[in-house]
């Protein structure tokens, strides 16, 4: 005799998989899927079908910040289905020095998210300060920590002290103004000794041959793929000092601890949560102590290997996969427990056709108000651009 057990079906939706579709949501809900009590299904949001949305009990919408985030989400919530919101950055306070500024500023955008925060039940986050400001919009707020699995076991193939920053596109300007100035003085000053690999953001620093950049990688498996191949010694986590930065997730720690790499860090939130200085990581505020930060462990490699195996405790004792999806048992019962209706004589309809023009519409008035009279000059070449790319995707699939 057995006892069938009931595993709760969640599906997780995003506009894109993105590093915290998989750092905060699927690696510790796949833990729970080992151990029978959910199913899990990652879904872009664009592509969820009518039968996605009978199959779940719940929906966690991650970062949603489209209309058609809030579609679905009101869908789940017409038909029964526990509806929770994921956020580990301040959406509504995007700073005005970074590339998507534009993008959050949109009413549509705006009014998506407030939206989406009216609909969800339930409020998941990863920072005390999201939970803080945001929680009283939700029934419940539930704040976790993300993981990242340890899956990188390149060794050193070199004398070479090898430095990584990676992080996303608008991050451009924080690279330039703190980290450009230290590079280019550590590259002067230890010469071919040291190299540094810039990923997603160019530090514009062509005049030095040891500095290496990569553009942005949005496939999160491919980037780890990409950061695994070399073995890093040192890694930079620099944030502004900002309310928006203290909202965000220290996951550059745990990135970087992974990857077996000893970072150096603003003295900042969100890092001063969980970087004890010359301990588990190093903290910097300011250039001169950057420069300090990154001489000391160049010069001193018994440090370096001291502070990364304390980094790595830090790491095993609270940041597995294993530990996490505990916690969120414990702190979270309603993914293992909340059951939706059941719907299968029920037909739920999903307008593609229609949230297709209202995407096509907001983004072409975006794209005007960036571009202004001149975009209907570029329109046409970015199209055609466009065109050829998908073509020449086609051709290498054949």
Same mark, same amino acid.
């Given at each position: 005799?057995?006892?069938?057990?009931?595993?709760?079906?969640?599906?997780?939706?995003?506009?894109?998989?993105?590093?915290?579709?998989?750092?905060?949501?699927?690696?510790?809900?796949?833990?729970?899927?080992?151990?029978?009590?959910?199913?899990?299904?990652?879904?872009?949001?664009?592509?969820?079908?009518?039968?996605?949305?009978?199959?779940?009990?719940?929906?966690?919408?991650?970062?949603?910040?489209?209309?058609?985030?809030?579609?679905?989400?009101?869908?789940?919530?017409?038909?029964?289905?526990?509806?929770?919101?994921?956020?580990?950055?301040?959406?509504?306070?995007?700073?005005?020095?970074?590339?998507?500024?534009?993008?959050?500023?949109?009413?549509?955008?705006?009014?998506?998210?407030?939206?989406?925060?009216?609909?969800?039940?339930?409020?998941?986050?990863?920072?005390?300060?999201?939970a803080k400001k945001y929680g009283n919009c939700f029934k419940k707020t539930v704040l976790s920590?993300?993981?990242?699995?340890?899956?990188?076991?390149?060794?050193?193939?070199?004398?070479?002290?090898?430095?990584?920053?990676?992080?996303?596109?608008?991050?451009?300007?924080?690279?330039?103004?703190?980290?450009?100035?230290?590079?280019?003085?550590?590259?002067?000053?230890?010469?071919?000794?040291?190299?540094?690999?810039?990923?997603?953001?160019?530090?514009?620093?062509? %005049?030095?041959?040891?500095? *290496?950049?990569?553009? +942005?990688?949005? /496939?999160?498996? $491919?980037? !780890?793929?990409?950061?695994? &191949?070399?073995?890093?010694?040192?890694?930079?986590?620099?944030?502004?000092?900002?309310?928006?930065?203290?909202?965000?997730?220290?996951?550059?720690?745990?990135?970087?601890?992974?990857?077996?790499?000893?970072?150096?860090?603003?003295?900042?939130?969100?890092?001063?949560?969980?970087?004890?200085?010359?301990?588990?990581?190093?903290?910097?505020?300011? %250039?001169?102590?950057?420069? *300090?930060?990154?001489? +000391?462990?160049? /010069?001193?490699? $018994?440090? !370096?290997?001291?502070?990364? &195996?304390?980094?790595?405790?830090?790491?095993?004792?609270?940041?597995?996969?294993?530990?996490?999806?505990?916690?969120?048992?414990?702190?979270?019962?309603?993914?293992?427990?909340?059951?939706?209706?059941?719907?299968?004589?029920?037909?739920?309809?999903?307008?593609?056709?229609?949230?297709?023009?209202?995407?096509?519409?907001?983004?072409?008035?975006?794209?005007?108000?960036?571009?202004?009279?001149?975009?209907?000059?570029?329109?046409?070449?970015?199209?055609?651009?466009?065109?050829?790319?998908?073509?020449?995707?086609?051709?290498?699939?054949?």
């Amino acid at each position: 005799m057995f006892i069938m057990i009931n595993k709760k079906r969640i599906l997780v939706i995003c506009i894109e998989k993105v590093s915290s579709v998989s750092v905060g949501v699927l690696f510790p809900l796949e833990e729970l899927e080992k151990k029978a009590l959910i199913e899990v299904k990652f879904v872009r949001t664009s592509k969820v079908t009518e039968a996605d949305i009978k199959w779940c009990d719940t929906v966690i919408c991650v970062r949603g910040s489209e209309f058609w985030d809030l579609h679905i989400v009101r869908l789940c919530k017409k038909y029964g289905r526990q509806a929770v919101y994921y956020l580990d950055d301040d959406l509504l306070d995007i700073p005005d020095n970074v590339s998507c500024t534009d993008y959050y500023k949109t009413d549509y955008v705006l009014k998506s998210i407030q939206s989406l925060m009216k609909e969800c039940d339930i409020l998941w986050c990863v920072n005390p300060n999201i939970a803080k400001k945001y929680g009283n919009c939700f029934k419940k707020t539930v704040l976790s920590e993300a993981c990242v699995k340890r899956d990188c076991s390149c060794v050193a193939d070199d004398d070479k002290v090898k430095f990584i920053y990676a992080g996303g596109i608008d991050h451009q300007n924080i690279v330039e103004e703190i980290l450009s100035p230290v590079v280019n003085h550590l590259c002067n000053k230890y010469g071919e000794k040291v190299q540094f690999t810039f990923i997603g953001v160019d530090p514009h620093l062509s %005049n030095q041959k040891q500095v *290496k950049f990569i553009p +942005y990688i949005s /496939d999160y498996q $491919e980037y !780890r793929r990409v950061v695994c &191949e070399t073995h890093y010694d040192i890694s930079f986590a620099p944030v502004y000092d900002t309310p928006f930065y203290s909202c965000k997730y220290y996951n550059k720690f745990l990135e970087y601890t992974s990857m077996g790499t000893v970072g150096i860090y603003s003295d900042l939130q969100p890092y001063t949560f969980v970087v004890e200085n010359y301990e588990n990581g190093i903290l910097a505020d300011n %250039n001169d102590s950057w420069c *300090k930060a990154a001489e +000391y462990l160049i /010069d001193n490699p $018994e440090e !370096r290997k001291r502070i990364l &195996e304390n980094a790595e405790k830090t790491f095993d004792e609270r940041f597995t996969s294993e530990k996490i999806a505990a916690e969120l048992v414990s702190e979270f019962p309603e993914l293992c427990e909340f059951s939706a209706p059941d719907i299968t004589g029920e037909k739920v309809r999903i307008n593609n056709l229609q949230l297709n023009f209202y995407n096509l519409k907001q983004r072409l008035t975006m794209y005007f108000r960036r571009r202004g009279i001149a975009g209907i000059f570029l329109l046409p070449f970015k199209a055609i651009k466009t065109i050829i790319k998908k073509i020449r995707e086609t051709e290498k699939c054949h």
